[in-house]
C-alpha cells in the first residue's frame, strides 16, 4: 500500500532564517506531487505540483521554491522565512495515469514563524 | 476562474442526527466533486466522490447528492458520531495544468460539532 510521509511534524523558526520540508511517498512509482498551505481556519492554497523529477509548477508568486531531487521526493525550501509564512503545509500525491484521481495527504508540518 | 464556497462555517449536530453540509461551485463545467474531511491537526482524507454524470452516490454512512442545475452538491452523513467532528471540505479539479496534475481547488470548509 502507499504511505506519504512529512517531516518534521512542527517547526518553530525565526524570520529570516531557512526552511527545508521533506515529503516522500512509498508504494507507487511517477506520482504527481503537491504542496499545500493552509492557514488556521482557512482551505488550502495549492502552492507547487510536479508531474515529474525536477518538473516543478508553481501556483502563487511567493517566498518558497520546491524541488523533486527524486522520483519519490518533494521538498519544500526557503532561503529566509517571513512571518506570513507561518502555516499548516500539506504534502500530497496523485497517480497521474489518469484524469480523475484522488489526492492522499501527508500528515503535515506545523511552521511557525516567529 | 474556477471557486468553490460552502454555505456554513460551523454546522453543530446532535449526536446521533444526520448531518447535511452543503457546498456551492461556479464552473457549470466541473465535472467530477470529491469531499474531503480533515480532523484536527491532520491532512485531509477522501471520503466520497461523485462525477458530474451522476447525482447521489452512497458510502458508508455518507450520501453525496450532486444538483448540476443549480450547481449545488452536499454531504450527508447519517447517524452522526463524535468521530465524524471534523472539518468538511468540497473540492473541484481546477484547470489542468501541463500534463497529468490533477489540480484540486477546495472550498473553504464546514467545521462539523458534534453535540452529546
Known amino acids: 500500500s502507499q504511505t506519504i510521509h512529512q517531516w518534521p511534524a512542527t517547526l518553530v523558526q525565526p524570520v529570516g532564517s531557512p526552511l527545508s520540508l521533506e515529503c516522500t511517498v512509498e508504494?507507487?512509482?511517477?506520482?504527481?506531487l503537491y504542496w499545500y498551505r493552509q492557514a488556521a481556519g482557512r482551505g488550502l492554497q495549492l502552492l507547487f505540483y510536479?508531474?515529474?523529477?525536477?518538473?516543478i509548477s508553481s501556483e502563487v508568486p511567493q517566498n518558497l521554491s520546491a524541488s523533486r531531487p527524486q522520483d519519490r521526493q518533494f521538498i519544500l525550501s526557503s532561503k529566509k522565512l517571513l512571518l506570513s509564512d507561518s502555516g499548516f503545509y500539506l504534502c500530497a500525491w496523485s497517480d497521474g495515469t489518469n484524469t480523475y484521481n484522488e489526492q492522499f495527504f501527508g500528515p503535515g508540518t506545523r511552521l511557525t514563524v516567529l | 476562474g474556477e471557486s468553490v464556497g460552502l454555505h456554513l462555517p460551523t454546522l453543530s449536530v446532535q449526536e446521533g442526527d444526520n448531518s447535511i453540509i452543503n457546498c456551492a461551485y461556479s464552473n457549470s463545467a466541473s465535472d467530477y466533486f470529491i469531499w474531503y474531511k480533515q480532523e484536527s491537526g491532520k491532512g485531509p482524507q477522501f471520503i466520497i466522490d461523485?462525477?458530474?454524470?451522476?447525482d447521489k452516490r452512497q458510502g458508508q454512512r455518507v450520501t453525496v447528492l450532486l444538483n448540476k442545475t443549480v450547481k449545488h452538491l452536499s454531504l450527508q452523513i447519517a447517524a452522526t458520531q463524535p468521530g465524524d467532528s471534523a472539518v468538511y471540505f468540497c473540492a473541484v479539479p481546477g484547470p489542468q495544468g501541463y500534463s497529468s496534475a490533477s489540480k484540486i481547488i477546495f472550498g473553504s470548509g464546514t467545521r462539523l460539532s458534534i453535540r452529546p
Open positions: 508504494g507507487t512509482s511517477n506520482p504527481n
Open positions: 461523485i462525477r458530474s454524470n451522476m
Open positions: 510536479s508531474v515529474g523529477i525536477g518538473q
